[in-house]
């Protein structure tokens, strides 16, 4: 008897689970203002040049292979670096359209000049 109060108990619980699922999915869908335009991520960095290229590369690598379809475009801004920071993040921009090299202070004008309509 306590086994099938535990199953009903479960069950309920799964349930009312997947409904909470299904409700969010829903809401998503129909009271956010999302776009299908695509994704900007942009990625601020200060003397990281034993890091950047590599995170730089895993997020061409699954853009090209359809794994970040909805990335746009990759902004890297470069907050001052002291080290070769600056130099790998244009190597990379200049051989890949999806990243973009810019500056601190330009940063701020690409964000508002990016067309959300």
């Known amino acids: 008897m306590l086994d099938f109060i535990l199953n009903i108990i479960i069950s309920v619980l799964a349930i009312y689970g ?6 969010n999915i829903y809401y998503i869908f129909t009271y ?6 695509g994704i900007y991520l942009i990625v601020a960095a200060k003397n990281q040049e034993s890091h950047i290229e590599g995170f730089l590369r895993n997020f061409l690598f699954r853009i090209i292979y ?9 902004i890297v801004a470069d907050l001052g670096s002291t080290d070769n ?18 500056d601190w202070k330009d940063c701020k004008e690409i964000i508002e000049n990016i067309n959300i309509n």
Request: charged share 35%.
């Open 66 to 74: 359809g794994k970040e379809e909805m990335i746009k475009q990759i």
């Open 32 to 37: 956010t203002n999302l776009k299908p335009d």
């Open 18 to 23: 997947l409904m909470e699922i299904i409700k």
């Open 85 to 102: 920071t600056k130099d790998i993040i244009d190597k990379i921009a200049s051989d890949n359209y999806q990243i973009k090299s810019v």
